[in-house]
């Protein structure tokens, strides 16, 4: 018997920052599908506010070109600096209420879900993470991708482990 056709979602992972925010374009059928990634990054001599309109912009335009129905976004680990983790969290927040405004179903990882699903260990460092992003996808060839970029791919790859999961639970229920 065939297996019914699946359509695929597409989906947008996201590596939230204030200063960079890694995007990464991916269809979900059984697998993550690499479309595109890249990075918005703001002007550190820009205020605050001002990269936040660019990082809401930015987004938008992405939005609007790809139209993911779905949204992968890494939750807030806590920093030293306070500082900075105040601002990841207002721009978090702004990331996820432009996703909401385009329609986007949110989904959170935190960092640990991630490194175990792309990886297999949750204690896993960024240099595993970047191998296996790389063994996983097919990156693109004529682009440089820089750590948040490979950070917004693994959490599109985590979408679409935990995805498989969440169906087969239900599934048995």
């Known amino acids: 018997m065939k297996k019914p056709q699946t359509n695929p979602i597409t989906v947008i992972g996201i590596d939230p920052g204030y200063d960079r925010?890694?995007?990464a374009i991916g269809t979900l059928t059984n697998t993550f599908t690499l479309v595109d990634a890249g990075c918005i990054q703001?002007?550190?001599k820009d205020a605050i506010f001002d990269r936040y309109q660019q990082?809401?912009?930015?987004?938008?335009?992405?939005?609007?070109?790809?139209?993911?129905?779905?949204?992968?976004?890494?939750?807030?680990?806590?920093?030293?600096?306070?500082t900075t983790a105040f601002r990841v969290s207002e721009a978090r927040g702004i990331i996820i209420a432009s996703l909401l405004k385009d329609n986007c179903h949110i989904f959170e990882y935190n960092p640990v879900e991630i490194k175990q699903a792309v990886t297999g260990n949750g204690a896993a460092n960024k240099t595993a993470v970047e191998k296996m992003v790389q063994m996983q996808t097919t990156l693109p060839k004529n682009k440089k991708l820089i750590d948040d970029a490979i950070d917004a791919i693994a959490v599109g790859i985590t979408h679409a482990v935990k995805g498989r999961i969440t169906k087969l639970t239900s599934r048995l229920a």
Not at 55 to 80: D, Q
Request: net charge negative.
């Open 21 to 23: 925010v890694g995007w």
């Open 42 to 44: 703001t002007n550190k």
């Open 55 to 82: 990082i809401t912009s930015e987004l938008s335009e992405l939005v609007a070109k790809y139209h993911p129905s779905e949204a992968a976004i890494e939750t807030l680990y806590f920093s030293k600096n306070t």
